[in-house]
């Protein structure tokens, strides 16, 4: 027995279709109006992008996809919104450390149960020159349409909502954008409220044009990929526009948390943003307990000790052991840490395997990369610590410890 609203009425080529949505995985099975099935296969394609230079020294040791965020890698948290909502092969475009990423993907393809590609660049592409290196990947028989995401973003991802609104305007696509309060230091999108049909792109406007920009997850017919060459290219810059300009592009404002959380201080704001929206959905992730303070992720194989208080806006990873009477707030402790005695830790990012001393304080942004020991009772106000190193002497201001 079937509900009718999990049956969607598609047209193509002009003969009607029923898209059946499969809870609770919501994959799509297709039926002609003959009872046969076809099958409807959906495509995305994430820009991995390069050196992750704004994330060090965390990307030194990995590709900044595969850094930790909330607990899991960057990537992984939009792969597994792409797999909910029916996309079938996830292409990533990868310039820096290849074989890092291959190996640690066929251990998710398998968890995820969803087909993992990687389309390799011998030269950096831009943005919209890995499309055109993965075309023959990405266009198929079904003409379906794909998705293109900037791994750096983080959000509530609503892809369904997404797909509904690209089905309704009939463009050749759609880009989302997001509201921001200082629009002068982004590139602007200017569209047209009742239609959402962009009118142009705006640089750094000295005065205002309008608050929303993009926000870096797109749904493209296969067309867009003819009107791209296989250089170095820009799809914000150059392909876009000449869409705009035949009026075949439409923005859809994303609703919810979004951020780029590409470099340290907004990886901790989208840490909060990620955790309220937790939140709000009433998610059982979230710790509870009279040492949480407000919204915290704690991996349920760490270990914490009496007397500590925790929170708010902090991210706990596996095998951490989090000793008696410490402080943490604004921070994300990843796999493997221990954190002694009596430490403070707090809007910083504490790497893999790494150890935070008794009595230490460790504040303002700092970043340990993975395997730095920081010695008991020293001081960091935003010390960048590349990785396996110890540090035995306080950090008074923000600098770079080699």
């Known amino acids: 027995m079937v509900d009718s609203h999990m049956i969607e009425h598609l047209t193509r080529g002009g003969s009607r279709i029923y898209a059946l949505w499969v809870q609770p995985l919501r994959q799509p099975f297709v039926f002609s109006d003959a009872g046969s099935l ?6 995305a394609l994430i820009l991995v992008g390069g050196f992750g230079t704004r ?13 930790d965020f909330a607990n899991k890698p960057m990537i992984v948290h939009q792969i597994e919104a792409l797999k909910a909502i029916g996309v079938t092969e996830v292409v990533l475009a990868i310039s820096y450390q290849p074989k890092t990423m291959e190996n640690f993907l066929k251990e998710f393809e398998k968890k995820l149960d969803i087909k ?5 660049e011998t030269e950096p592409l831009g943005t919209a020159g890995p499309l055109a290196l993965a075309r023959h990947i990405l266009r198929d028989d079904s003409d379906e349409p794909f998705f293109v995401l900037n791994s750096d973003v983080i959000c509530d991802y609503p892809l369904k909502e997404m797909i509904e609104f690209h089905k309704s305007h009939g463009g050749q696509a759609s880009i989302m954008v997001t509201k921001v309060d200082e629009p002068s230091k982004y590139g602007v999108v200017v569209m047209e409220e009742g239609t959402g049909r962009v009118e ?7 005065i205002f044009v309008g608050n929303k920009i993009n926000a870096g997850i797109y749904l493209l017919n296969p067309s867009v990929l003819d009107r791209i060459e296989l250089r170095p290219t820009s799809i914000e810059k150059e392909v876009f526009p000449s869409i705009a300009a035949e009026k075949k592009l439409h923005a859809m404002v994303l609703p919810g948390f979004w951020m780029d959380i590409g470099q340290p201080k907004d990886y901790i704001t989208g840490l909060r943003l990620y955790l309220d929206s937790l939140r709000k959905r009433s998610s059982p992730d979230l710790g509870v307990g009279p040492h949480i303070l407000g919204n915290v992720l704690i991996d349920e194989s760490a270990v914490i000790g009496d007397g500590c208080l925790i929170g708010p806006d902090v991210a706990i990873g596996p095998g951490c052991v989090i000793e008696s009477g410490v402080r943490l707030s604004c921070c994300t402790i ?7 005695k009596h430490a403070c830790i707090s809007f910083s990012i504490v790497g893999w395997h790494s150890t935070v001393g008794r009595w230490a304080r460790v504040e303002n942004m700092t970043i340990l990369g993975e395997d730095v020991h920081v010695g008991d009772e020293v001081y960091s106000s935003g010390g960048v610590v590349l990785p396996h190193k110890e540090i035995k002497s306080s950090i008074l201001k923000p600098e770079i410890v080699m």
């Not at 994330?55 to 850094?67: A, D, E, S, Y």
């Not at 993992?116 to 390799?120: A, F, G, H, L, Q």
């Not at 990843?334 to 002694?340: A, L, S």
């Open 38 to 43: 076809l099958v409807f296969i959906m495509k």
């Open 55 to 67: 994330l060090r020294p965390l990307t030194l040791n990995v590709p900044k996809p595969l850094v």
């Open 116 to 120: 993992i590609t990687c389309s390799e």
């Open 200 to 206: 142009t792109f705006v640089e750094k406007p000295k």
């Open 334 to 340: 990843m796999r493997g840490v221990r954190i002694k």
